[in-house]
């Protein structure tokens, strides 16, 4: 088992993939400050200027070229290194959440009252992404091999879909290969598949009137939304099963002696195909007219943002959790295992135990019912997935305890584990054309013959104030 295990290992740490561990682990520091910097930040989507900022400077300090405010967003960034194919890129994203600052400290403490905060461990996405393009680019120089190693800046995740804007402005269309990943609480590269989903805002706007002394004259913009809403649920019982659609009322009326003017309602609709979510949309948009009609009101609509499903690269991630396997899981040191238990007891009921944070989840398919903009990316190139124990075993994305953890130790662990995984997936690619060619294959059978790219989007341009 031994020997075999030796074998092993000697065959996979081919072509100076030694080095590019070590050179990793020698610039842990300096990638560190970088997380630790954009963690502070904070900044939210569309708005991460200082974020954006601080990559570029330590990608142009690598020798990257840098094009900056591609795709008609201020904040999204393409930096590339090396020459000629294959062209293999990295995202790297920064943007924070509304709502969620928090001390890195095991109990719900903000930062900034009602400030943001990096609770789905974006800001190690990014630098955990720069420093696997920097070692990658430094083993290319070394080597001498043709090669192009990208890090695509990839502002607003967060409902903003900045890389749905990329990939219509065509800056995908030489890639090669993509290597995602994403922070979470355990280490997985499973190929994993999401939800397609289109977002809209329905504005309804009636008639304003005294609600008691002259009722008769209103048309009430927040019975349309009711109405709407009505249409929409009943219609739940018809839909295929697997979708997803949610709504918020965003604007309701001011006071209830006043027949609102103005009511708008916030909705999602998800579906794990983007060729059928189409076909559910015209369908909200049929109730949101009816709803109109029937109520005396006007309707109009915002798409708001739009993603496709995921598509699994199984060839890609295969190779992924090879090298996720060889670099191992994330050890916490004593403080930290203090730490982790003490966000544990926060935590609720969970089934992944602690110490997991040192293991590999098993590979396997996975269905999320999640949506991301990086399904848009994984449709015009082949994608594959990695996650790595950034959070304590247990913890949620979107929550105090992701921001906590991502400001301290244990995220810059598992930040670092990703790095080494990504770095070394990049080297393979650049010298393994029968594994690009297998992942192209795969990409061109999965999303089938005559495939033509129509953003969920549409043509409209990105929402630079969306969080403002
Ligand atoms: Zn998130
Ligand atoms: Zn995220």
Redesign the pocket.
Known sequence: MIGFLALLLCAGMAHGEEDVVAAVDARAGEFAAVAQAIWEHAELGYLEERSSALLQEHLAAAGFRIERGVAGIPTAFVAEYGQGEPVVALLAEFDA?PGLSQQAVAYRAPRVAEGAGH??G?HLFGAGSLAAVIVAAEWLQREGVAGTIRLYGTPA??GGSGKVYMVRAGLFDDVDAVLNWHPADRNTASPRTTLANKSAKFRFRGVATHAAMAPERGRSALDAVEAMNHMVNLMREHVPQDARIHYVITRGGAAPNIVPEFAEVFYYVRHPDANILPELWDRVVKAAEGAALGTGTRMEYEVIHGNYNKLPNTALSQRVYEHLQRVGGVIYNDDERAFAEEIRATLGRTRLALGSEAEIQPFAAKDSK?S?DVGDVSWMVPTSDLGTATWVPGTA??SWQAVAVGGMGIGIKGMVVAAKVLALTAVDLFADAALVAAARAELEQRRGEGFAYAPLLGDREPPLDYRK
């Open positions: 959440l609770a789905c974006h995740e967060e999640g991301t994305a979107h």
